[in-house]
């Protein structure tokens, strides 16, 4: 008789400033890129650096965004990430230099944090995924294809964590 392991699934956070835009985003790209991939093994959270926004629902922009194109919308209360579950975490996203550095600041691992754009070949190094909170909803746009763009770069690192 063989006794069955079940390896802990990886665990992706993406981390934004408040939680109600990017990085909820960024979560519900990533679960339907790996869904589409057949990835199993991941899970994907977001949380903000900041408490001002703690347990409000996503701005009505990027849900109207994510229901536009078709991703999950519904269900979302933002928090703030935590020392521990940076700690736990697998691989820590951030949507922006100074949300990597606050990560770092709280559990200073470089091994396991990284920008989102650092997975987008063609994005500019150290770019960051744009803010759309203060402008107009065709930011919702630009941050979405943003996001989007990398989702190849980020499946793959995450098969790289998955298949040591």
């Not at 700690?87 to 949507?95: F, G, K, P, R, Y």
């Not at 691992?109 to 960051?128: C, I, N, W």
């Not at 919702?140 to 990398?150: G, K, S, V």
Request: net charge negative; with cysteine; charged share 25%.
């Amino acid at each position: 008789m063989t006794e069955e392991t079940t390896n802990p699934p990886l665990r992706v956070v993406f981390v934004c400033l408040g939680n109600i835009c990017r990085s909820p985003i960024a979560e519900r790209v990533a679960e339907r890129a790996a869904a589409e991939a057949g990835m199993t093994g991941v899970e994907f959270s977001s949380a903000g650096t900041i408490s001002e926004e703690y347990d409000d629902p996503m701005d009505r922009r990027a849900a109207a965004i994510l229901k536009e194109h078709g991703y999950r919308y519904a269900d979302h209360k933002a928090r703030r990430i935590t020392e521990i579950e940076i700690e736990s975490a697998d691989l820590v996203v951030a949507m922006e230099d100074v949300h990597l550095r606050r990560v770092l600041d709280l559990a200073p691992d470089p091994s396991k944090a990284s920008l989102l754009t650092e997975f987008d070949p063609t994005a500019v190094p150290g770019s960051g995924v744009p803010d759309p909170w203060f402008g107009s909803d065709s930011g919702f746009h630009d941050t979405l294809t943003a996001i989007e763009a990398a989702m190849p770069g980020l499946l793959d690192r995450i098969r790289e964590l998955q298949n040591p």
